[in-house]
């Protein structure tokens, strides 16, 4: 198995170019089922949850064509089954997003039982309802769910809660659905936005995206189209994150601040010091930093994936920092291993922790629980003293493509070993 091993306290410092947004990507790739013309996705990051996607698409028999780094021509013209293979989508929580233009086009979509997840349940009763309210039947089996339709209409579907990938499971269902969808307390994240971009360059007919009410008026077909993945807002806030952490001059390139304005907020009141540009930010050294308190929230509140990189910045900071996750139930229990580090983290309830700051960081033994606080013990290792080995890497690649290359470049002495 593949580590890291990290040799922290070093100075950083240099430019770093975010890369396409997975949770756009995996969207924008699945649209590609939706009709049988060519679709060409470029800027698409190349990490393990991509790949996935692009096995499970393969393995049902669409046709993708790699062309220059990160650009893909898919065609869903030669689909020979419905069913998702399900080792493959067992290792990939949205691969369910496949199933919403199977069900649209051939009236069957088969997906397994969603594996366990170390940041919480994960229930998909949501997308259940919501694929009932299109007219589907759902047969429920020990391996997992089994759709089908004879049509599938429009409606009008309320979430009970705001669910990023259930609102575009319920988009992808809409645009080929036979009359029009209202869609009530949708998700605003801007990768929806994205994904209705692309679905309306296509041909559809989507109104109101990035706001809780969204109109679709169903079409019998979808041309290709092209798109240009969006920047990856999560990887820009967790290294100017990093910056901010290690208290370094980064600048981060290729980004759209407009898409982190609560991030930039937090920072500022915690006294960091950067400069926002049309496409970048520059993280400058600071007088120290004190300690500030976040909830996280649907967008565009505080995104739930910048939680556990501004744990570890909070570590850094002077004073008590009250973190409350609200979106999932199983995404602070990092916070123990930050400990066995030195930091002074007190666990309130499985939703909320308090951070005591400033508190050293000595290198430690870690392993990488999950894509977020996998990156968030990559930062704490970089500022940590010592040396620290990070196990289970392959969480991190899900989400950060070539990241220890991408460090190194910074001056971060970071290697990838085989164990
Ligand atoms: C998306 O996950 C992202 N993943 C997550 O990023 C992100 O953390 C999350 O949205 C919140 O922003 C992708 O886009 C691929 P949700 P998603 O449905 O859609 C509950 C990362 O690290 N819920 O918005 O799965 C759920 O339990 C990943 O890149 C139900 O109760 O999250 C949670 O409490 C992690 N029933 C809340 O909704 C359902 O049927 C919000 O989750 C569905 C969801």
């Known amino acids: 198995m593949e580590k890291f091993v990290i040799r922290g306290d070093k100075p950083l410092q240099g430019e770093i170019r975010v890369n396409g947004a997975k949770n756009s990507a995996l969207k924008i790739l699945a649209a590609a089922l939706l009709t049988d013309d060519d679709c060409r996705i470029s800027n698409v990051p190349q990490i393990e949850d991509i790949f996935r996607l692009l096995e499970l698409l393969e393995d049902i028999g669409v046709k993708v064509k790699n062309g220059s780094r990160g650009e893909y021509l898919l065609n869903a013209r030669g689909i020979k089954k ?8 067992q290792k ?9 233009p199977l069900l649209a086009r051939y009236g069957r979509a088969d997906f397994p039982q969603p594996g366990g997840c170390v940041i919480g349940q994960r229930p998909r009763d949501i997308f259940i309802d919501g694929f009932k309210a299109f007219g589907a039947s759902v047969r429920e089996t020990a391996k997992g769910y089994s759709l089908s339709a004879k049509k599938i ?3 009008k579907f309320v979430f009970p809660l705001v ?3 259930a609102t575009e499971t319920m988009i992808l269902l809409a645009v080929l659905a036979k009359g029009k969808t209202n869609l009530v307390n949708a998700a605003c994240e801007p990768e929806i936005i994205a994904l209705a971009d692309f679905l309306n360059k296509m041909g559809a007919k ?3 995206a990035g706001t ?3 109109e679709i008026e169903g079409i019998s077909h979808l041309a290709g189209g092209e798109c240009e993945i969006m ?4 990887e820009g806030g967790s290294f100017a994150v990093l910056g901010a952490a290690a208290n370094s001059p980064i600048k981060i390139t290729g980004i759209n601040p407009g898409h982190l304005e609560v991030l930039w907020f937090l920072l500022a009141k915690a006294g960091a010091n950067f400069e926002l540009g049309k496409d970048f930010v520059k993280i400058k050294p600071s007088q120290g930093l004190k300690a500030v308190g976040l909830k996280t929230h649907e967008y565009p509140g505080f995104p739930t994936d910048l939680q556990a990189p501004f744990v570890v910045l909070m570590t850094q900071a002077s004073g008590l920092s009250l973190i409350h996750e609200t979106i999932f139930e199983g995404r602070l229990f990092y916070a123990d291993v930050l400990n066995q580090m030195g930091a002074k983290i007190i666990m309130c309830d499985p939703h909320r922790v308090v951070v005591q700051g400033p508190a ?3 290198g430690r033994h870690l392993i990488s629980p999950d894509i977020r606080a996998g990156i968030a013990m990559v930062i704490a290792a970089l500022i940590a003293k010592g040396e620290s080995v990070i196990e289970n890497i392959y969480q991190i690649d899900r989400g950060y493509e070539r990241i220890e290359e991408r460090l190194q470049k910074l001056g971060a002495d970071i290697k990838r070993i085989n164990s």
């Not at 920047?231 to 999560?234: H, S, T, V």
């Open 153 to 155: 209409t429009g409606t």
């Open 82 to 89: 419905s069913s998702l293979s399900p080792s493959i989508a």
């Open 92 to 100: 990939l929580k949205g691969s369910i997003l496949m199933t919403a």
């Open 212 to 214: 809780p009410f969204m």
């Open 360 to 362: 050293k960081l000595s």
């Open 206 to 208: 989507i109104k109101g």
């Open 231 to 234: 920047p990856d807002r999560i």
């Open 163 to 165: 669910s990023v990938t």
